[in-house]
């Protein structure tokens, strides 16, 4: 597995292909779940065509081996998405046929011998080698690879667009013409004719001629929350109802086209910047929105800066998409919240690859320097730690995943290995058997965090204030536990790596309620004139 290309497109495929060995003992009455308004799959011109050039490439020649009784790992290997390198073991997530692999392969690729699958799959095509999609995938590439929003008509870095790096990201541009116009800008004149900073607060109150962005925010210290994070800090998620069959409806793949275009990642329900209410139920809320409720002046003044695979030494990458002026720009709370790609990837030999304190500390003194030119002055940086991610292998190596729920065939230790094997799993060193190997994680991911901490200790900067936070997980767990939750109710089933939703809700609440114990100056004054404010300007035009 040696193209990214491939080891995108196997992941979906093992996914759909799962109907295979469940769909027969699934639910089939499928009567009473609507089309949802057409399948949203086909609103957008790319998506729509992904799917068609899909669907007619590959479909055929699933369906046929599908029908020769061939599991989803046959299918991965015969249409040449999976590979065995020589010398390599063979990568299975199921069961071996009963005939032996190289004659159950050979029957396989008999099937489709003829097959244009087979040519596409060889050849470094994609769907965006396709003439008229050549220039949006273009767009799409850029937007992803700089964290910068796809449609930005003034270039101000934010978006009335809400995926492809759009609001869900960061707060709703209100003028997206006028590139003075954005959240976490000072009023222009106290926002007397219009909303320069996007709050919703703006007008003169004509009982006494005193604009309200000044009657309300005038010394209530604004100020926005950034995010300088991984994929757990975009809150990457992947629905189990996407891959478990007796859940799938029409309406489960709804949310699809919106995930795809945000990476996979549910930036809008994140605990860091999140603003929907959540979907778990908990009473717990984003830094954001507690932010917001804190002082509603601070509205839609947010920043998800992250990405999937982020770590410290790759941040350079696109922390210049962070949109902060020294001058006109509100101060700003930046959590630096790179927890595990500095210790995690998917070699054989992961170790090596792993981050030295060393250069930790060169790349962590880029990013503060970086930061310090750019926020203004009285800011906050908030350095967080790694966790010790054994709890993923202690808390799931022996449940069943969900692509094995319903045969009691595929576990999580058996998921790790598969993707262990592949080399595509997100953290060989935590997900895996080897127990020394876990143990060698967790002690790298120490010494980072105690690098961070001497870091937070020892410099000093002149535009932002640094501190120290440690991710600890055990901690939530335990309140988790209070509540009658078991831990592994706090990890995302597809994945089985990051934290789900109701652990990053816990998370900003642990983090919220250390800020106001040990540092209550970072979060900001509470504003008396929240009531007005809502009185007079509702949701403030909302998210």
């Known amino acids: 597995m040696k193209s990214p290309r491939k080891v995108l497109m196997v992941a979906p495929l093992f996914f759909l292909l799962t109907l295979h060995t469940s769909a027969s003992l699934a639910y089939d009455d499928q009567s009473s779940s609507r089309p949802s308004n057409g399948h949203v799959c086909i609103e957008k011109l790319f998506l729509k065509t992904t799917c068609y050039v899909v669907v007619r490439m590959f479909g055929p020649d699933i369906i046929k081996l599908l029908e020769a009784d061939m599991n989803a790992d046959v299918v991965c290997h015969t249409l040449e998405f999976c590979k065995q390198d020589p010398g390599q073991p063979l990568c299975h997530l199921y069961p071996l046929p009963k005939d032996t692999w190289k004659f159950t392969l050979k029957k396989a690729r008999q099937i489709v011998k003829k097959s244009p699958t087979l040519t596409y799959s060889r050849s470094d095509s994609d769907i965006c080698s396709l003439p008229f999609l050549a220039k949006i995938c273009q767009k799409i590439k850029l937007a992803i690879e700089n964290s910068v929003p796809f449609k930005d008509t003034d270039s101000d870095k934010y978006s009335v667009f809400p995926t492809l ?310 901690e939530i767990t335990e309140e988790w536990r209070k509540t009658g939750g078991q831990p592994w109710q706090l990890i995302e089933p597809v994945d089985g790596f990051h934290p789900n939703e109701v652990a990053l809700q816990l998370l900003a609440d642990s983090f919220w309620k250390k800020v106001q114990l040990q540092w209550p100056q970072v979060l900001g004054k509470e504003n008396p004139f929240n009531p007005q404010i809502e009185q007079v300007f509702g949701d403030q035009g909302g998210h």
């Not at 954001?288 to 002082?295: D, I, M, V």
């Not at 002046?297 to 002026?325: M, P, T, V, W």
């Not at 094997?421 to 105690?450: D, F, I, K």
């Open 165 to 474: 790096r759009g609001y869900h990201w960061r707060g709703r541009d209100c003028n997206d013409d006028d590139k003075t116009v954005y959240p976490g800008r000072r009023p222009d004149n106290w926002d007397a004719r219009q909303d320069s900073n996007c709050n919703g607060i703006w007008g003169v109150d004509p009982k006494d001629g005193i604009p309200y962005e000044k009657k309300f925010c005038e010394g209530s210290q604004p100020r926005g929350i950034i995010l300088l994070g991984d994929s757990a800090g975009a809150h990457f998620h992947i629905p189990p109802e996407w891959i478990t069959a007796s859940q799938m409806s029409l309406k489960s793949f709804f949310n699809l086209p919106a995930a795809l275009t945000d990476e996979l990642n549910w930036p809008q329900l994140s605990g860091a910047t999140g603003f929907l209410n959540s979907t778990s139920g908990l009473k717990e809320k984003s830094i954001y929105l507690r932010l917001r409720k804190r002082n509603r002046c601070n509205h839609r003044d947010y920043q998800n800066i992250s990405r999937n695979g982020a770590s410290s030494q790759n941040l350079k990458n696109f922390i210049e998409s962070l949109s902060r002026n020294q001058l006109l720009d509100h101060p700003a709370i930046v959590i630096y919240a790179m927890i595990g790609n500095d210790v995690c990837n998917g070699k054989i030999n992961p170790v090596p690859e792993m981050t030295t304190p060393e250069k930790l500390f060169s790349k962590v003194m880029q990013t503060l320097r970086y930061l310090d030119s750019h926020l203004p002055n009285g800011s906050h940086v908030i350095l967080y730690s790694l966790p010790d991610g054994t709890f993923l292998w202690d808390n799931l190596h022996n449940r069943y995943h969900p692509l094995g729920q319903l045969n009691k065939d595929v576990t999580y230790e058996h998921f790790y290995s598969f993707l262990n094997c592949l080399q595509v799993s997100p953290c060989h060193g935590w997900m895996s058997s080897n127990q020394t190997l876990r143990t060698l994680t967790s002690e790298r991911a120490e010494q980072l965090s105690n690098t961070l901490k001497r870091i937070a200790a020892s410099q000093k900067f002149a535009n932002f204030n640094l501190l120290y936070m440690d991710f600890d997980f055990q």
